[in-house]
């Protein structure tokens, strides 16, 4: 039975449908995705960058103009489980140039959002692309390129991560300061167009190979290599926002560094992060387990020499920048270790992980405040430190296996 035109596909064909392991890559499409990726995260981080303006402007608080970011977070995290779900007769092209579409929409609402009321419809919006995106991009790249080139794909789709967060908040604040807030918003519009107008031309055809459903995520859920490698996302991401998110008032604290300092320190963990996605990729591509467990041990120790040793200014700078780089190598590893343990239902695997993941940057992010005021900020680096040094335990012990 031929595609329909429409590009939408009949229950009786997906029943029939095997997934694909490409020959050849498609390096095209894989970097278009990487184009998405640096659009939604540039996108997601834009408020934080633009807060007191905008804030001004709509006339609230800088509290409330702060649920922008929530309001984002919380639908990307229903988003990502479900996008499978309500687009499983679709191809998957199609369904990421909609999400790319909802991309540009968001940014152009939140352009010219003349109330609260209509920022937060933005990043409602901008939630649903983000969430879609991160749950099938990984099923996405292991359509486009072979099994094997699968880490090197995600590591590329992953550097519009790196980029955006290098970039985004200080050329946002220049921008906002310079033209104002809704012009920074106009051009991650842009950007968003100028990503679809490549995805157009690159991303071939993908037909839906499986029936996502409910029923479907608690199947894919009882695999115990499922359930192991949401465990240890769950773990590195709690330990890596309980920990991390105060950073700064301990470089502020402890080593007494000057706020120009901490710009600096801050932006080589940004560097770091960028080297680190390529070396996970590098490593994952040979040995997958070793991928996956030594992000989180470097993070884990980065932590501790920060607690035993931070007072330093020169130790606390390279404990961040290697902070950096260990997290940067984390989204590869997983990805990876979740598309090769459900290589069937990679979509709702996918879906899973940035669900947990989001649950676990909000839980992080509270537990992390709670030990901050009640016990400083050393207990929230202390948490961290052991939260990712238990991910590293489990995943060496329970990890991923060599493909044979």
């Keep these: 039975m031929t595609e329909p035109a429409t590009g939408v596909i009949d229950d009786a064909v997906l029943d029939r449908t095997e997934p694909e392991e ?5 390096w095209g499409a894989v970097v278009s995705l990487a184009l998405g990726v640096f659009g939604l995260v540039t996108a997601e ?19 409330a103009a702060g649920q922008a970011v929530t309001a984002t977070a919380v ?13 499983k007769r679709l191809d998957r092209r199609l369904v990421m140039w909609l999400l790319t579409v909802l991309l540009i929409v968001s940014n152009l609402l939140a352009a010219f959002a003349s109330s609260l009321t209509m920022l937060l419809l933005a990043r409602v919006v901008l939630g649903v692309a983000l ?16 099994m094997r080139l699968m880490p090197r794909a995600m590591s590329i789709i992953l550097t519009g991560v790196s980029v955006a967060t290098v970039t985004a908040a200080p050329v946002g604040a ?64 709690s330990g890596q926002f309980a ?66 040793l931070g007072a330093s200014p020169v130790i606390a700078a390279i404990a961040v920048a290697a902070w950096g780089f260990a997290f940067g190598a984390v989204p590869v590893g997983l990805q990876t270790w979740l598309v090769r343990a459900a290589p069937d239902q990679a979509e709702s695997a996918g879906g899973l992980m940035v669900a947990t993941f989001q649950v676990a940057i909000a839980l992080g992010a509270v537990f992390g405040g709670l030990l901050v005021d009640h016990a400083g900020v050393a207990s929230a680096f202390a948490y961290g430190a052991a939260a990712t040094l238990l991910a590293a335990l489990v995943t060496f012990s329970m990890g991923p296996k060599q493909p044979e």
């Design 22 to 26: 490409r020959t050849e890559p498609v």
């Design 45 to 63: 981080f834009l408020p934080a960058s633009l807060l007191t303006r905008l804030a001004q402007d709509l006339g609230v608080s800088e509290g």
């Design 75 to 87: 639908v990307g995290a229903i988003a990502a489980p479900t996008m499978a779900i309500v687009t």
């Design 131 to 146: 969430g879609g995106f991160w749950s099938m991009s990984a099923a996405m790249a292991m359509r486009l390129v072979p």
């Design 174 to 237: 220049y921008v906002g300061d310079i033209w104002g807030w809704r012009t920074a918003f106009m051009i991650a519009a842009v950007v968003g167009a100028l990503t679809l107008l490549v995805q157009l031309a690159t991303i071939p055809s993908l037909p839906p190979t499986a029936v996502a459903s409910f029923r479907t995520l608690i199947e894919v859920l009882k695999r115990r290599t499922i359930r192991i490698a949401l465990l240890v996302v769950l773990l590195v991401a």
């Design 243 to 308: 920990g991390f998110t105060y950073v700064r008032p301990f470089l502020e604290t402890v080593p007494v560094m000057p706020i120009e300092t901490i710009s600096l320190v801050l932006l080589a963990y940004g560097i770091g992060g960028f080297f680190g996605n390529f070396a996970g990729a590098f490593l994952a591509e040979r040995n997958l387990k070793l991928a996956v467990g030594l992000a989180p041990l470097l993070i884990a120790l980065s932590a501790l020499a920060m607690l035993t």
